[in-house]
């Protein structure tokens, strides 16, 4: 089976560091994108597998990335993982037609969370 | 010379002016620092990390909770500003400026990144209170390294505007550029300043709200100019009379 790849797309560097240290140890190939459009390029040049996402980023906030990758037929089916700090203010519900399957709440979550929600959509 | 609220009136109407408002923002502001410093525990207590790996965590638990720790510092600061008195004296905005560069150096070290001063070798003196001013320009750097990008130096500017009457000290960054709603939204704010601004979408506001604050005590004002690749956060000061004086 082929490595599945990861895309964070996270602005505070550090936790993105700490993100990716967890993904990599477990097997996944990680890439960091520090805004939308950095995210943009990267899914460009590559498609991932699974997008983590923080809401509130520099420049345009993660909506405005959800509605872009909307706007395409492979990038609408990437499935998206929230990561953030306004996870109980957000419903999977509402979000899931912009790919949405999963929302991670930043101030309670365990660093091997990710794993596992990424195993639970893939 | 000292100035307190009571003397300057114009204050501000924004969303931090009730309290439950500025506690709303203030924990949302807080919420990011406090995530990563659990995050960083949680993988310490793991174990399962290196020599290095350890050291750079805990080196950015330190950095991460004083950046949090500045911010309710100020915080306490604003909710004390109707009582207290400040006093506004001459200063000399590079040595300012370079004391602020030396004390911030350590967390721009952790993140990769450089910050310089672009200044005359002697710049007309500024009437200021000097921790006011100190928590503006540390305010705007912390914003500017979050934004900036990677890699980046960030500039802090000493300038002079109406013939050397005003002192314009500024925090460049480069990183994103801010979109043209958000800047049609920061100058109808700024055009019936003193308004708190908010300097990019993700932010509750709250930093700039605590900076132009300080500067109305000070009757000073802040503003920002957009970039192409980037931004610049300043606040204009009285240039100081002592010369004129002579």
């Not at chain 1, 997008?51 to 909506?63: E, K, M």
Request: proline residues 4%.
């Amino acid at each position: 089976m082929s490595v599945r790849s990861v895309l964070v797309v996270e602005d505070d560097e550090w936790l993105a560091q700490l993100h990716a240290r967890v993904l990599n140890t477990a097997g996944y190939k990680t890439q960091i994108a520090p805004n939308a459009l950095v995210a943009i390029q990267m899914i460009d040049d590559e498609l991932p597998d699974v997008i983590v996402l923080d809401v509130l980023l520099t420049g345009s906030t993660a909506f405005a990335l959800l509605h872009e990758l909307q706007s395409y037929g492979d990038t609408g089916d990437i499935p998206i993982i929230l990561c953030t700090n306004l996870a109980s203010d957000l419903s999977v519900k509402d979000l899931a037609p912009y790919g949405v399957r999963l929302i991670i709440d930043k101030t309670t979550m365990k660093p091997n969370d990710l794993i596992e929600s990424i195993r639970e959509i893939i | 010379m000292s100035a307190t609220r009571g003397e300057h009136e114009q204050l501000f109407d924004g969303p931090f002016t009730d309290g439950l408002s500025s506690l709303v923002a203030a924990a949302h502001e807080l919420k990011s620092p406090l995530a990563l410093v659990r995050q960083l525990s949680l993988t310490l207590e793991d174990g399962n990390i290196t020599d290095d790996e350890r050291h750079r965590m805990l080196r950015q638990i330190s950095l991460t909770s004083e950046r949090g720790l500045r911010l309710t510092s100020d915080l306490t600061k604003v909710a004390r500003l109707n009582d207290a008195l400040f006093e506004l004296e001459p200063i000399n905005p590079r040595q300012l400026c370079e004391d602020i560069i030396n004390e911030l150096s350590p967390i721009f070290t952790a993140h990769n990144r450089n910050i310089k001063l672009i200044s005359r070798k002697h710049p007309l003196l500024l009437v200021a209170n000097r921790d006011l001013l100190r928590r503006i320009i540390i305010n705007f750097s912390d914003n500017a390294l979050h934004h900036a990008d990677n890699k980046s130096t960030l500039q802090i500017q000493i300038g002079s505007l109406n013939a050397g009457k005003t002192i314009r000290l500024g925090v460049r960054d480069y990183g994103p550029a801010i979109s043209n709603g958000m800047m049609q939204s920061l100058k109808s704010k700024l055009a019936i300043a003193p308004m708190p601004i908010q300097a990019r979408p993700q932010s509750s506001g709250l930093g700039l709200y605590i900076a132009s604050q300080f500067a109305d005590i000070m009757n000073g004002k802040i503003g920002v100019t957009r970039h192409h690749d980037g931004a610049t956060f300043y606040v204009d000061l009285q240039a100081s009379s002592q010369l004129s004086l002579l």
